[in-house]
């Protein structure tokens, strides 16, 4: 488990993370969303003892990363993909990580096969790897010790789409094994298929956090009237839901799909559509949540 408790890094009078609290538990999928420059990378920094808090504190496995006797057999970490020594090849850099955790040799060649590189590819120098590539690699290098906590930070940049779904079948697996995953990432819709809870920053706070189904269940309800929707709109709102049109006239809200039905069939607007909210409806949640510090591009 990873806890997060009331969690501050600044940086002169800028305030990075302010008083994140959040926990990632054993078996699930957190996904830690956020556009760039949320605060993501600097909580996961502080979380791994690359960066030190403020104020607050993160446990892994009920210990400080730093008081852990072997970090890489407890916790796999991959933050920068990109920050590998480009003069070595990717086995002797699996092979250092081998030899520092005291692991037997053949442990190399496991992680070589389990990420899908090629001996070929294993022998290559990391300069001339694709970013995929070394995203694989970063993979390899956190299962190396078989630890009980990923901590990933944008590990699927740079993954075509069938290393993406590699990536997620992977993660999946680990948690579904008892492991504790925490990945992050600008993009709602590359973890929103393997995530099991949901944690939501933007301008260094917690907007929302809770699990994937309960937050789809905050996102309400996606209706679209054949016509008169503006009708719709308004017995809504005087039924005392909370009513917003999205870009191609349908409506959200936040009453049940069964009450507007009703509703709608009160007001004589005969419907074309009425669903509870997908992952549209927490998209648009999502881009409404993290308005502030949205960049063109980020979440899109």
Do not use: C
Request: charge should be negative; avoid cysteine; proline fraction near 4%.
């Amino acid at each position: 488990m990873i806890k997060v408790e009331s969690l501050t890094k600044k940086y002169g009078g800028f305030t990075a993370v302010d008083d994140v609290s959040f926990v990632a538990r054993a078996g699930r999928v957190t996904g830690f969303l956020g556009p760039n420059g949320a605060g993501k990378s600097t909580t996961m920094r502080v979380m791994v003892g690359l960066t030190p808090a403020s104020s607050g504190e993160v446990t892994v496995l009920d210990r400080a990363f730093a008081d852990l006797p072997n970090p890489g057999r407890e916790v796999g970490v991959l933050l920068d993909a990109s920050a590998q020594h480009a003069g070595r090849t990717g086995r002797e850099i699996l092979t250092i990580a081998q030899r520092t955790m005291g692991l037997p040799r053949g442990r190399v060649d496991e992680m070589i096969e389990r990420v899908s590189l090629t001996p070929e590819e294993a022998d290559r120098r990391v300069r001339n790897y694709s970013l995929g590539m070394r995203q694989r690699l970063g993979i390899a290098t956190a299962l190396m010790g078989a630890p009980e906590v990923l901590i990933l930070d944008e590990p699927a940049n740079g993954l075509d789409p069938a290393g993406i779904r590699w990536m997620r079948d992977l993660l999946r697996d680990f948690a579904d094994d008892g492991g504790t995953v925490l990945l992050s990432s600008h993009l709602l819709h590359e973890i929103e298929v393997i995530a099991d809870d949901l944690v939501v920053i933007g301008n260094g706070r917690i907007v929302a956090q809770g699990t994937k189904a309960g937050l789809l269940e905050q996102a309400g309800t996606l209706v679209r009237a054949s016509h008169g929707g503006a009708v719709l709109a308004q017995a809504l709102g005087a039924a005392g839901a909370e009513v917003s049109v999205l870009d191609d006239g349908s409506l959200r809200t936040d009453a049940a799909p069964e009450h507007v039905g009703q509703v709608a069939l009160a007001a004589g607007v005969p419907l074309a559509e009425l669903r509870s909210a997908d992952s549209a409806g927490l998209e648009e949640m999502f881009l409404e949540l993290t308005a502030d510090t949205q960049r063109e591009g980020a979440a899109a």
